[in-house]
């Protein structure tokens, strides 16, 4: 198929005119891409995602509240919270079947941009702040879209963590931070799962577009991890169309008119933009085109019900227990009678972001319906609405909640941030839920101490009333089926896995970029380098509200015997780590173990630990599985900025299995010896000092100033023991002309980097 599909493409870009290759380059209108009728070369239909469809009644309208139903599953810092790689897969299949049902080729998403700081506007519509995870999470949905024949655009390419002034941002992030901790998530999406098209993001990355910057598009993209499919652009985020397509920018959307496309005719009449480069561009397009054609199937159903009922087992697996003092949940007749439920998001729930993500759901549970339906005959249920999602400030309601709760056996108290506080285009800039929504948790606190608060929330926040509140249970944005997976988890009919991908911090004050955002004067500086999330607040020792990876079970697990295949490596070497967990519980009930790494002593500086790997198991009561990790030089490398190179070094490193990054139950240490070869990567600007202390480079020296070294040579002494005042050998190369009176020449000092330019190290 693919030959025959290359013979094809050749054979209609020969056909193509330039102006045709040129509009080819651009959308056709909002959703989709331009056609050419007379070579039957057809448009692709792209839709709005990631966790729906936001798809337009018509290619040529924007789609927004008269866009066609869908199923709205849970938005993805919900679907992260469950750690689970089958389960987005299978979402994935979910949406990609939907996509056919609608006729869409390529739904827009994932979303694999950090979350840096908690104020991100968007938030919600990404995973975690954690790359690993974000990347791991991100390929899973990409391969169960596109197993349906529907392709993806990983978004939003790439350090897109800001939407104020999103439109011209720059972030300014080194380069080690850059790799380590941005294009990370986009490397394991790419290299895992080949999306169709990546979509290049508004901002600026160090100073370039990201929809013509040839560093991300064409050397980091295609030449290090090798994408085989296209970029396309956000929504209007193109600057300089020719400038696009130099760097690998195949498509600008949506259509707006044919300017664009006259400049790129015009470059390649001038000579400013080669034509090859134009058809290398064009050849990709058509590849997509035409696959997605091929893979186009006929009366595919939406499975509304079956998706519905699986949406809501998805939520069941995505709600994170965060707190369950004296055993409060789940609700059990034996325990309880009488049920308050207060809180308008019981009638009137919040199921997902705000912005381009918006999906018209198909239907919509509220928790009300749902527990007088599956449980109203077994409880008495009361309900009082505790404040106003329309007005912050109305305490009206807070005394009747109050009298309610007072008279129930449990409280659930459904709050959280209302739709207007969490939206793309705009940065929170505070975690605090509404004064109305605390105030009311505060009160019922008080009144009864069996109150259990249900969190609505695409991102994290701060909770004043947590020390005082036995039970918190967090169930983010969980789509149309929300209500229904958070009555699951209630009751006991789920026992609740979620595990936060993203730290709650205690105060803002606290947070890794809390100096550094959003901006100033659209220069985003990332002053925090890669110590984002829970990397921050272990080395500043914070304790946060709740840590990265917390969450807990209505069962118990215990951790046990720890063994790795050996304790001395090599980076060519593949290491198995394997630990046994057990449920020690009475309740069936999974757990989420993760695997981070510690370099005990680096020659740059390395975060205290660092996830590498994670799995989710399923145990019974008294049931015990052995979990098997695979890690390999990568995982224990950083990125050397200098040298413009992943680096392996030689050392010892600590291999921590936890329940959370903050609760670590098995340790083993590991010696691993490098046999990578290094650049030494000296140039006129590194120091006398360092020349000296390399064995090899110290001859170079030896040869060019040995006067000016003798006179640091004690008496009786070898030149190799001369011994330096540091004021004289701190200094670049480059001085030494003039430090040693004219000894060695400028030229002399080129030749010797020159030199050193051949000789390598292991770390």
């Known amino acids: 198929m693919n030959e025959n599909l290359n013979r094809e493409v050749e054979e209609l870009l020969h056909q193509l005119t330039l102006e045709e290759k040129a509009s080819l380059c651009s959308g056709r209108d909002d959703w989709s891409s331009q056609s050419i009728e007379r070579l039957n070369i057809p448009w692709i239909w792209m839709s709005d995602g990631p966790h729906g469809l936001r798809r337009a009644p018509a290619t040529n309208k924007p789609g927004y509240g008269d866009q066609l139903p869908a199923t709205c599953f849970p938005t993805a810092s919900a679907l992260a919270a469950s750690w689970d790689v089958d389960l987005i897969y299978d979402v994935g299949i979910a949406l990609g079947e939907e996509c056919q049902a609608l006729d869409v080729n390529v739904l827009l998403g994932p979303g694999v941009n950090i979350k840096r700081s908690v104020l991100g506007g968007r938030n919600f519509e990404y995973f975690s702040e954690d790359p690993i995870l974000s990347g791991e999470m991100g390929a899973a949905f990409i391969n169960g879209v596109q197993s349906q024949g529907v392709g993806t655009s990983l978004k939003h390419f790439v350090a897109n963590n800001v939407e104020t002034m999103r439109m011209y941002a720059n972030s300014d992030v080194d380069s080690r931070t850059l790799h380590e901790i941005y294009l990370k998530p986009f490397e394991i999406a790419v290299k895992k799962a080949q999306p169709w098209t990546i979509m290049a993001c508004y901002n600026r990355v160090q100073g370039e577009y990201g929809t013509q910057s040839p560093f991300l598009l064409t050397k980091t993209l295609k030449n290090d991890w090798g994408f085989e499919g296209i970029v396309i652009s956000d929504w209007f985020a193109v600057v300089d169309r020719v400038e696009g397509i130099k760097s690998g920018m195949h498509i600008e959307m949506p259509g707006t008119n044919k300017v664009n496309d006259s400049l790129i005719v015009e470059a390649v009449k001038n000579g400013d933009l080669k034509e090859e480069v134009l058809d290398n561009i064009v050849r990709d397009i058509l590849r997509v085109v035409l696959k997605a054609q091929s893979l186009e199937k006929e009366d595919a159903d939406q499975k509304i019900e079956e998706h519905h009922n699986f949406a809501r087992k998805v939520v069941g697996e995505s709600i994170t227990l965060l707190k369950n003092e004296n055993a409060l949940l789940p609700i059990s007749k034996d325990k309880y009678k009488t049920i308050a439920v207060i809180g308008e998001f019981a009638i009137n729930p919040r199921y997902q972001g705000n912005g381009s993500s918006e999906v018209k759901p198909v239907q919509i549970d509220n928790v009300m319906d749902i527990l007088r339906e599956e449980y109203g005959e077994e409880y008495t249920i009361t309900y009082s609405r505790g404040y106003d999602l329309k007005d912050d400030n109305n305490f009206t309601f807070i005394e009747d909640a109050v009298e309610i ?109 809390f100096f550094n955002f959003p901006a100033e004067e659209g220069n985003v500086l990332y002053g925090e380098r890669m110590f984002v999330g829970y990397r921050y607040y272990d080395e500043k020792k914070i304790e946060p509200l709740f840590p990265f990876g917390h969450g807990l079970s209505y069962t118990t697990f215990d951790y046990k015997n720890i063994a790795v295949s050996d304790k001395k490596i090599t980076d060519t070497t593949e290491l198995s780590v394997s630990v046994v967990i057990k449920n020690t519980g009475s309740k069936k009930g999974k757990e989420v173990i993760q695997l981070y790494l510690t370099d005990k002593e680096s020659r740059l500086q390395r975060p205290k630990k660092e996830l590498k790997r994670f799995s989710k198991v399923e145990l019974n009561p008294g049931e015990e599985k052995e979990i098997t990790f695979k890690l390999d030089a990568n995982d224990f490398s950083y990125f050397d900025s200098k040298r413009n190179m992943w680096i392996a070094e030689s050392g010892q490193f600590d291999i921590l299995l936890g329940s959370s990054s903050r609760d670590i139950r098995q340790k083993e240490t590991i010696t691993l010896n490098s046999t990578q070869k290094v650049p030494l990567g000296f140039d006129e600007y590194t120091f006398f000092s360092e020349y000296w202390n390399n064995e090899e480079t110290r001859e170079f020296l030896k040869e060019i100033v040995p006067v000016w070294i003798s006179q640091f040579v004690p008496e009786g002494k070898t030149m190799d023991e001369a011994v330096f005042q540091d004021f004289f050998i701190e200094h670049p190369l480059i001085k030494m002309p003039y430090i040693t009176n004219g000894e060695c020449s400028a030229e002399d000092i080129k030749e010797l980097v020159k030199k050193s330019s051949s000789i390598t190290f292991t770390p």
């Open 405 to 513: 709760s007072k008279k129930a056996d449990i409280v659930l108290v459904l709050a959280g941030l209302p739709l207007h506080y969490e939206s793309e285009g705009i940065d929170r800039t505070h975690i605090n839920m509404p004064e109305s929504h605390n105030k009311l948790i505060d009160k019922i606190n008080k009144a009864n101490e069996k109150t259990v608060v249900v969190l609505t929330n695409g991102s994290a926040v701060a909770m004043p009333w947590a020390e005082n509140t036995n039970t918190v249970v967090e169930s983010w944005l969980g789509g149309q089926a929300g209500a229904g997976g958070v009555v699951d988890v209630l009751f006991g009919k789920v026992n609740p896995s979620g595990k936060l991908a993203e730290t709650f911090p205690k105060k803002l004050e606290d947070t890794p970029s």
